[in-house]
Nanobody, 114 residues
Protein backbone atom coordinates (compact mmCIF):
# COMPACT_ATOMS: atom_id res chain seq x y z
CA UNK A 1 0.00 0.00 0.00
CA UNK A 2 1.44 3.33 -1.09
CA UNK A 3 1.44 5.97 1.61
CA UNK A 4 2.66 9.55 1.22
CA UNK A 5 2.63 11.75 4.32
CA UNK A 6 3.38 15.46 4.01
CA UNK A 7 4.46 17.65 6.90
CA UNK A 8 6.00 21.03 7.53
CA UNK A 9 3.21 23.32 6.43
CA UNK A 10 1.98 26.23 8.47
CA UNK A 11 1.83 30.00 8.61
CA UNK A 12 4.69 32.09 7.26
CA UNK A 13 5.16 35.79 6.73
CA UNK A 14 5.87 37.18 3.27
CA UNK A 15 9.58 36.74 2.63
CA UNK A 16 9.76 33.87 5.06
CA UNK A 17 10.64 30.22 4.57
CA UNK A 18 9.13 26.81 5.14
CA UNK A 19 10.41 23.30 4.44
CA UNK A 20 7.93 20.63 3.47
CA UNK A 21 8.68 16.94 3.83
CA UNK A 22 6.98 13.92 2.30
CA UNK A 23 7.65 10.52 3.83
CA UNK A 24 6.93 7.69 1.42
CA UNK A 25 6.29 3.99 1.95
CA UNK A 26 4.80 1.02 0.12
CA UNK A 27 6.90 1.28 -3.04
CA UNK A 28 10.54 1.30 -4.12
CA UNK A 29 11.10 4.99 -3.53
CA UNK A 30 14.47 5.32 -5.25
CA UNK A 31 13.10 4.16 -8.60
CA UNK A 32 10.31 6.74 -8.91
CA UNK A 33 10.38 10.40 -9.86
CA UNK A 34 8.58 12.61 -7.36
CA UNK A 35 6.71 15.89 -7.60
CA UNK A 36 5.07 18.56 -5.52
CA UNK A 37 1.79 20.17 -6.58
CA UNK A 38 -0.45 22.73 -4.94
CA UNK A 39 -4.02 23.93 -4.95
CA UNK A 40 -4.80 27.49 -3.97
CA UNK A 41 -8.24 28.46 -2.64
CA UNK A 42 -10.75 28.50 -5.48
CA UNK A 43 -8.18 27.40 -8.06
CA UNK A 44 -7.18 24.20 -9.80
CA UNK A 45 -4.30 21.91 -9.06
CA UNK A 46 -0.92 23.30 -10.13
CA UNK A 47 2.33 21.38 -10.57
CA UNK A 48 5.16 23.06 -8.65
CA UNK A 49 8.34 21.01 -8.90
CA UNK A 50 9.70 17.59 -9.85
CA UNK A 51 12.80 15.53 -9.29
CA UNK A 52 14.23 12.44 -10.97
CA UNK A 53 14.43 9.17 -9.06
CA UNK A 54 18.15 9.59 -8.44
CA UNK A 55 17.95 13.33 -7.86
CA UNK A 56 20.00 14.10 -10.96
CA UNK A 57 17.41 16.43 -12.44
CA UNK A 58 15.02 18.96 -10.95
CA UNK A 59 12.29 21.01 -12.58
CA UNK A 60 10.21 23.98 -11.47
CA UNK A 61 7.13 25.92 -12.37
CA UNK A 62 8.18 29.41 -13.47
CA UNK A 63 6.64 31.29 -10.55
CA UNK A 64 8.66 29.33 -7.97
CA UNK A 65 11.93 29.03 -9.84
CA UNK A 66 14.83 30.53 -7.84
CA UNK A 67 12.70 30.49 -4.66
CA UNK A 68 11.83 26.82 -4.16
CA UNK A 69 14.18 23.83 -4.10
CA UNK A 70 13.09 20.21 -4.41
CA UNK A 71 15.38 17.51 -3.08
CA UNK A 72 15.21 13.93 -1.91
CA UNK A 73 16.93 11.55 0.48
CA UNK A 74 16.53 8.06 -0.93
CA UNK A 75 17.97 6.53 2.23
CA UNK A 76 15.08 8.06 4.19
CA UNK A 77 12.39 7.61 1.50
CA UNK A 78 11.67 11.31 1.79
CA UNK A 79 11.28 14.19 -0.63
CA UNK A 80 11.54 17.81 0.44
CA UNK A 81 10.45 21.20 -0.79
CA UNK A 82 12.42 24.12 0.58
CA UNK A 83 10.41 27.29 0.05
CA UNK A 84 12.13 30.64 0.44
CA UNK A 85 10.99 34.21 -0.11
CA UNK A 86 7.39 33.11 0.26
CA UNK A 87 4.65 35.25 -1.23
CA UNK A 88 0.92 35.45 -0.42
CA UNK A 89 0.25 33.81 -3.81
CA UNK A 90 2.04 30.71 -2.51
CA UNK A 91 -0.84 30.10 -0.12
CA UNK A 92 -2.22 26.67 -0.98
CA UNK A 93 -2.52 23.07 0.05
CA UNK A 94 0.69 21.36 -1.05
CA UNK A 95 0.63 17.75 -2.18
CA UNK A 96 3.33 15.16 -2.61
CA UNK A 97 2.82 13.23 -5.84
CA UNK A 98 4.24 10.24 -7.67
CA UNK A 99 3.41 11.10 -11.29
CA UNK A 100 3.96 7.69 -12.88
CA UNK A 101 1.78 5.94 -10.33
CA UNK A 102 -0.63 8.84 -9.84
CA UNK A 103 -0.27 8.51 -6.09
CA UNK A 104 -1.01 11.47 -3.85
CA UNK A 105 -0.52 12.47 -0.27
CA UNK A 106 -3.21 14.06 1.87
CA UNK A 107 -1.70 17.53 1.59
CA UNK A 108 -0.33 20.12 3.97
CA UNK A 109 -1.60 23.69 4.26
CA UNK A 110 0.77 26.57 3.62
CA UNK A 111 -0.48 30.06 4.42
CA UNK A 112 1.59 33.14 3.68
CA UNK A 113 0.27 36.22 5.39
CA UNK A 114 1.41 39.12 7.51
Amino acid sequence: QVVLVESGGGLAQPGGSLRLSCAASGFTFNTWAMSWARQAPGKGLEWVAGIYSDGSGTFYEDSVKDRFTISRDNAKNTVYLQMNNLKPDDTAVYYCHVPAGNWWGQGTQVTVSS
